[in-house]
């Protein structure tokens, strides 16, 4: 028995809580829409906007600087143009076993 009054207390709340929910829930709607149509929060969302834009450019060149500058300390390093000095082979051990 008291399973089903449960039960029953427990619909009964669901049905008057969806009731008032979604009203409540297109109060809130309206409002958000109301609030993002107006003029002066799309003044603010067109300034984000080219400010993200403008930072994003910005970031993209440094990247691709930096890119650059990597890519060629690379390449200096494969042709051998690099101010290290040469490896001596005869020192190194070879992979996985003891040096010989």
Sequence with gaps: MKKL?????????YVLGTRAGRERYEQI???????WNNPKVQDVVDDVQTQAKHAG????SKVASSAGD???KVSDKVSGSSSQPPVDETSVAPL???PS
């Design 29 to 35: 709607k309206t409002q958000a829409t109301n609030v």
């Design 70 to 72: 990597v890519a060629s």
């Design 96 to 98: 996985g076993g003891n």
């Design 5 to 13: 009054t449960l039960i029953a207390a427990a619909a009964a709340g």
């Design 57 to 60: 450019a910005e970031a993209g």
